[in-house]
């Protein structure tokens, strides 16, 4: 089944509440691999944010690691600024256990050690197995367990909800 | 058990029977999406060199035995560096083959180890085959990799070699590689050469005296030249070989200057190569033999880039091989 919510205007509600708590000159943004960049490289370009996007690829971080092994494509984290003293907001699409902000969270402390971080989502979709909350959400769902919620893109945009049984975390 | 009574050839202990890679001991039937697997992977590794902290967790609490009974710098540097930043505990031994003839057999010594509840091996050994040994008899109970055995194998620094030249020189299925110099001492060579075929590069040649170069290599599809001019024409990347000077004992050679005045590389004979063709070595260089001092520091070698992509390679294989350990897809 799809869903037939707008990304377009998601987004829109994001830049809104990010707006009020964002300084353009210093505030810099990281997008998690892929859904998360495809979202940051929107409200990156929406803000008006000089610093250039960053990019992280958690795979090296993951928790699961031991047990799933190496993800097949790996890209390059690539954080073009300095981290230390620096106000970030991390990006991803989707919320779900919490452990893919974690294992961010991990890997933005290996270069360096920001001001403060601020966590920006597409969808929380409820499920937490950590402490990690979304401070912006443009959507709050408390989807079942079996559901899988994934962004498609880039282009255009498009929010799904797979019904089907979850194959993986 | 006994070295000499170890077969080649019967399967491939690399992959385990659900397909995935568990070990690394030679290029030849390294399949290529693994290979590429590897190289992709490694590009990850090379910037993670340039943060402020320069590790990972992803091997946390995993130990990593680097096991060598020969000496090298290099290779069992980049190693432990690999894993240490992958955050691994390393355990280095190195063995000298007279104390292992004391009595300890090789077998031996891995199973005291895997007593330790240890969760890989890094292995070099002068017997060709020595790891492949130890691969069939652990089987998937611990990754091991080989990092050089006797004339047979070296798949890290092909491995590496390939990344630099793909980094460096652009997409291998359209350069011509020459391979320069004691190619019938190198396992350097022979894992280069099926790296390189595995990766579509269409022209590999080798290029020394006929005495240095084994004859049978016209069969796998090398081109072999015994003049270094002819060799070098339209070359797009030449790697150097270390003359193994102390395995020259069966004079092979006049001497180490007429090595050096027929194929030793110097900056005018670069000039027969296409302009600013890259000069690959893997160490250690022996200068004024194989390669000119000129040559060595020019702007065309890249030797030194060579090491900084052996250390992502090398965190690279040693992801890939702990990843699936823990039962995880590992193929592309």
Not at chain 2, 155 to 184: C, H, K, M, S
Request: proline content about 5%; charged content about 20%.
């Amino acid at each position: 089944m799809n869903a037939d919510w707008d990304v377009t205007t998601l987004l829109e509600g994001m830049v809104r509440d990010l707006r009020p708590r964002v300084d353009p000159e210093q505030t810099a943004m990281i997008g998690i691999f892929t859904g998360g960049v495809w979202i940051a490289q929107a409200l990156h370009r929406a803000l008006g944010l000089k610093t250039a996007l960053g990019q992280l690829d958690i795979s090296f971080y993951r928790d699961d690691f031991s047990q799933i092994g190496l993800h097949p494509q790996v890209r390059a984290s690539d954080i073009p600024f300095a981290v230390d003293g620096r106000s970030i907001i991390l990006v991803d699409d989707v919320l779900y256990t919490g452990r893919t902000i974690r294992a961010a969270m991990n890997e933005i402390f290996d270069y360096g050690r920001p001001a403060n971080i601020l966590l920006a989502v597409l969808v929380d979709r409820g499920g937490h197995e950590v402490p990690v909350a979304a401070d912006i959400a443009a959507l709050r769902l408390n989807a079942a367990a079996g559901g899988q919620i994934k962004l498609r893109g880039p282009d255009p945009l498009r929010l799904e909800l797979l019904t089907s049984p979850r194959t993986a975390s | 058990m006994s070295l000499s009574t170890f077969r080649f050839g019967d399967g491939n202990p690399q992959y385990d029977a659900q397909g995935r890679l568990r070990h690394l001991l030679n290029t030849e039937g390294l399949r290529e999406p693994e290979m590429l697997q590897i190289l992709d992977t490694a590009e990850s590794f090379l910037s993670i060199a340039q943060r402020s902290v320069k590790k990972t967790p992803t091997l946390r609490g995993k130990t990593i035995v680097n096991l060598f009974f020969e000496n090298s710098t290099r290779t069992r540097s980049t190693f432990e560096l690999a894993a240490k930043r992958l955050s691994a505990d390393v355990l280095n031994i190195a063995v000298s083959t007279s104390s292992a003839s004391k009595g300890e057999s090789l077998i031996d010594t891995v199973d005291n180890l895997m007593a330790m509840q240890v969760d890989g091996f890094v292995i070099r050994h002068p017997e060709a085959g020595a790891a492949h040994l130890i691969a069939r008899h652990l089987g998937d109970s611990a990754l091991v990799i080989n990092a050089g055995d006797g004339q047979h194998a070296h798949p890290t620094q092909a491995l590496l070699d390939v990344f630099t030249i793909r980094r460096l020189a652009g997409p291998i299925e359209d350069r011509v590689v020459a391979i320069v110099g004691d190619v019938l001492h190198s396992r350097v060579a022979r894992s280069q050469i099926h790296a390189l075929s595995i990766l579509g590069c269409p022209e590999i040649r080798v290029i020394g005296p006929q005495t240095l170069v084994p004859k049978e290599l016209s069969a796998l599809g090398v081109h072999v030249y015994h003049d270094l001019q002819a060799g070098l024409r339209g070359v797009d990347v030449i790697c150097a070989l270390r003359l193994q000077k102390e395995r020259m004992e069966s004079h092979r050679l006049p001497s180490l200057d007429e090595f050096h005045r027929r194929f030793g590389l110097t900056p005018e004979r670069l000039q027969w190569a296409q302009p600013d063709a890259l000069v690959l070595h893997p160490g250690p260089m022996n200068r004024g033999v194989e390669i000119a001092s000129e040559v060595a520091d020019g702007h065309q070698a890249v030797i030194l880039q060579q090491v900084a992509h052996g250390l992502a390679v090398r965190m690279a294989v040693l992801t890939l091989l702990a990843g699936a350990a823990g039962g995880g897809e590992n193929h592309a």
